[in-house]
Nanobody, 125 residues
Framework: QVQLVESGGGLVQAGGSLRLSCAASGRTFSSYAMGWFRQAPGKEREFVAT????????YYADSVKGRVTISRDNVKNTVYLQMNSLKPEDTAIYYC??????????????????WGQGTQVTVSS
């Protein structure tokens, strides 16, 4: 199993930036595709971004394309989500997730099996 802990959330004004971090434990971290999801009050959890276990592929939700960059550092066992030009609609709890199986691609939320506790991101106008 992969244990995940998010950090870096906070309050930021519209147009600002935040860098979220997800620290992972486990010797097989580098073998898992990773992703970021978010959930606003009263809404379903939605996909934000994902990065392949190899780090060679990334995919973003249309709502954040051009404003968000997902990256990983396998030496530090950490995945990041750099968010720029933040909008009030980005306000949500952001969750880090690891793929259910190592060395596999991820195509839906069901492909993720480990989740962090979440970190709050609030964007004010």
């Amino acid at each position: 199993q992969v244990q995940l802990v998010e950090s870096g959330g906070g309050l930021v004004q519209a147009g600002g930036s935040l860098r979220l971090s997800c620290a992972a434990s486990g010797r097989t971290f580098s073998s898992y595709a990773m992703g970021w999801f978010r959930q606003a009050p009263g809404k379903e959890r939605e996909f934000v971004a994902t990065i392949a276990w190899s780090g060679s592929r990334t995919y973003y939700a249309d709502s954040v394309k051009g404003r968000v960059t997902i990256s990983r550092d396998n030496v530090k066992n950490t995945v990041y989500l750099q968010m720029n030009s933040l909008k009030p609609e980005d306000t949500a709890i952001y969750y880090c997730a690891a793929a259910r199986f190592p060395r596999t691609a991820v195509y839906s939320i069901d492909d993720f099996g480990s989740w962090g506790q979440g970190t709050q991101v609030t964007v004010s106008s």
